[in-house]
């Protein structure tokens, strides 16, 4: 089964808009990763945040972790064409010694030029 | 360094038959995890593989089974193929063990899509 939801399901945007999908989980975690996925190929690692933090940076993307609400989301500035993929978060589980990611069902994001 | 990789990229099987898919971690790493992913859905944790044992194991049945190498390569064996194993099987490599708080970054390799009519 999935460990969370995510939304939208979709999103359609232009170049050079901003955009935001969310990710909601049901667990208590250890931290929390979100992944890109063009074409249903392999997972793209993006950026990692972990469970004591609330906010982090890397280029045009933006990740918060509200853990109180067991909730992410993933902000895509200035977004590209080649930005259009599938974006999955990923939790992965407090107390196992080996990694192990719960996926989520995944935003399928469309950057029209 | 020529990441994870995976083979076939693609198979065609029917119903009741077997089938082995394979996968080549990165260069270093000694852990290999196994994912399925249906259609329009994410990942699913199948089982991970650290010093040639099985150490974790999601929610799939006994047809679904492996093995690790000494060369920490791995394969996945789905026995008695049913039409709901139709999916795209993902293999990840990564650093064994970590720390409770630690973390050990999964690649992923470009999949391995399998049809079962």
């Known amino acids: 089964s999935q460990q969370g939801e995510e939304d939208p399901q979709a999103l359609s945007i232009q170049e050079g808009e901003n955009a935001t999908m969310n990710c909601s989980y049901k667990t208590s975690i250890n931290n929390l990763q979100w992944y890109r996925q063009n074409s249903g190929r392999g997972l793209v690692h993006l950026i990692l945040i972990r469970s004591n933090e609330r906010e982090k940076h890397s280029g045009r993307l933006r990740v918060t972790l509200d853990t109180s609400k067991k909730s992410s989301s993933l902000l895509i500035t200035a977004s590209r064409a080649a930005d259009t993929a599938s974006y999955f978060c990923a939790t992965q589980i407090m107390n196992t010694g080996f990694q192990k990611l719960v996926f989520g069902t995944g935003t399928r994001l469309l950057v029209s030029p | 360094d020529a990441g994870v990789t995976q083979s076939p990229t693609h198979l065609i099987k029917t119903r009741g038959q077997q089938v082995t898919l394979r996968c080549s971690p990165k260069?270093?790493?000694?852990?290999v995890s196994w994912y399925q992913q249906a259609l329009g859905q994410g990942p699913q944790f199948i089982f991970q593989?650290?010093?040639?044992?099985?150490?974790q194991r999601g929610n799939f049945p006994d047809r679904f089974s492996g093995h690790q190498f000494p060369n920490y390569s791995s394969e996945l064996n789905v026995n008695a193929l049913l039409l709901g194993d139709s999916a795209l099987y993902l293999c990840a490599s990564s650093l064994g063990e970590t720390r409770r708080h630690s973390y050990n970054e999964q690649f992923f390799g470009p999949g391995t899509r399998l049809t079962v009519l």
């Open positions: 260069s270093g790493h000694d852990t």
């Open positions: 593989y650290y010093e040639e044992e099985e150490r």
